[in-house]
């Protein structure tokens, strides 16, 4: 990565802008050094951007998409993070190669690739995670049809909100019971 260099034009720009904020640096060194701060990173983002966008291109030639160095890069789909092995790149964004076996079976739809933010699915960890029980607990909801998931072969059950409108519901139930049960063992 390279760093622009702040000109004297730039940091008077910088230090207005500042002002205009409400933010307040004692010297021009640490003005300057904030400046800079700030285009390492817009820098970072551009090259971020970039790289996206070459891939993106990339599909254009490939449509079924291509083998990715995994690099420690998130699956879109479990989100475990690829380190040893590659991984695989379409237009659902980049998975490990379990994930895109699922999908390319149509066991999981590709559409909630990318989620993020879980506005459209969960998986059984990040659920246990959020809603503060064990994932053993969620994977007995599973079994019990209290929720509906679909199983990654060799991965993690994913939660589609569609298949479970009464998910938060089912969650605050069983919050409920296992707070109830240590109550009785204590
Ligand atoms: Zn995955």
């Keep these: 990565m390279h760093y622009h260099k702040i000109s004297d034009k730039l940091l008077k720009e910088f230090k207005d802008l500042c002002k205009k904020e409400g933010?307040?640096?004692d010297t021009d060194e640490e003005y300057r050094r904030s400046a800079q701060n700030l285009v390492g990173l817009v820098d970072l983002l551009i090259e971020i951007d970039m790289k996206d966008r070459q891939l993106k291109n990339r599909l254009k030639d490939e449509p079924k998409g291509f083998s990715l160095e995994g690099k420690g890069r998130s699956?879109?789909?479990?989100?475990?993070?690829?380190?040893?092995n590659d991984g695989w790149y379409d237009?659902?964004?980049f998975k490990c190669m379990n994930c895109q076996d699922a999908v390319n079976k149509k066991k999981i739809p590709g559409s909630i690739c990318g989620d993020w933010n879980n506005e459209k699915s969960v998986t059984d960890s990040t659920l246990a995670w959020k809603g503060d029980l064990h994932?053993?607990?969620i994977r007995k909801l599973i079994?019990?049809?209290?929720?509906?998931a679909r199983a990654i072969p060799n991965g993690p059950y994913i939660l589609l909100r569609k298949d479970n409108p009464d998910l938060l519901n089912v969650i605050d139930k069983e919050k409920i019971k296992v707070a109830k049960k240590k109550q009785t063992t204590s």
């Design 91 to 93: 237009k659902w964004g």
């Design 75 to 84: 699956c879109s789909l479990c989100h475990r993070s690829v380190y040893e």
């Design 135 to 137: 994932v053993q607990t």
């Design 23 to 25: 933010i307040h640096y």
């Design 143 to 148: 079994r019990q049809g209290k929720l509906k």
